[in-house]
């Protein structure tokens, strides 16, 4: 079965410094999506892309996050000035062309900031 | 604001029970449910969805029934295995245009007992 691929699974980093989480959606998928879990807590929506430009946007993701789909594989979750309260699981997610149908979730990057 | 809910934290079922987790929403605009499952260290993984147009759907060991009248959303697993020990996750997505991210409840964290 077709699956969502996110990397690094672990990504530890210093307060201020820039991350970038990737992911491979499955290859079929056109809607694409960055979400996240504190430890604990419910999984929350960041944002949504579809078209090459972000649909949807919570208030989680301000100007300090961006989203780009470089090379028409990866789609990749940038944090320009990481924050203690950035420290959370971010999942990717990916979906058909109908927006009504399930999304794939991939397995997360956990990313520590220190 | 509005909000996805789930009533208990925690369900533990003796093995070969049947269970159910609740879920209760808020948001009328909702048109589309699903249930995630989501074990320890993993995204979430796709259970059964559900539309507003209909009521009940049954899928492999599980069901989910939709009340539209008083907003409450319920996964029943038949025949609990000790892999269905997860967390569990109602999510909801709101009518409207282009991809639209879900609301996910809290999580019910569902325990078999051999």
Not at chain 1, 68 to 93: H, Q, V, W
Request: hydrophobic share 35%.
């Amino acid at each position: 079965e077709p699956e969502v691929t996110q990397t690094p699974s672990h990504q530890v980093t210093q307060m201020g410094q820039e991350v970038i989480l990737r992911c491979v959606p499955i290859s079929n998928h056109l809607y694409f999506y960055w979400y996240r879990q504190i430890l604990g807590q419910k999984v929350e929506f960041l944002v949504s892309f579809y078209n090459n430009e972000i649909s949807e946007k919570s208030e989680i993701f301000d100007d300090q996050f961006s989203v780009e789909r470089p090379d028409g594989s990866n789609f990749t979750l940038k944090i320009r000035s990481t924050k203690l309260e950035d420290s959370a699981m971010y999942f990717c997610a990916s979906g058909p062309s109908n927006r009504d149908e399930k999304l794939f979730f991939g397995s997360g990057t956990q990313l520590s900031v220190l | 604001g509005e909000s996805v809910g789930l009533h208990l934290p925690t369900l533990s079922v003796q093995e070969g029970d049947n269970s159910i987790i609740n879920c209760a929403y808020s948001n009328s605009a909702s048109d589309y449910f699903i249930w995630y499952k989501q074990e320890s260290g993993k995204g979430p993984q796709f259970i059964i969805d559900i539309r507003s147009n209909m009521d009940k759907r049954q899928g492999q060991r599980v069901t989910v029934l939709l009340n539209k009248t008083v907003k409450h959303l319920s996964l029943q697993i038949a025949a609990t295995q000790p892999g269905d020990s997860a967390v569990y996750f109602c999510a909801e997505r709101a009518r409207g245009g282009g991809a639209d991210g879900l609301t996910f409840g809290k999580g019910t964290h569902l325990i078999i007992q051999p």
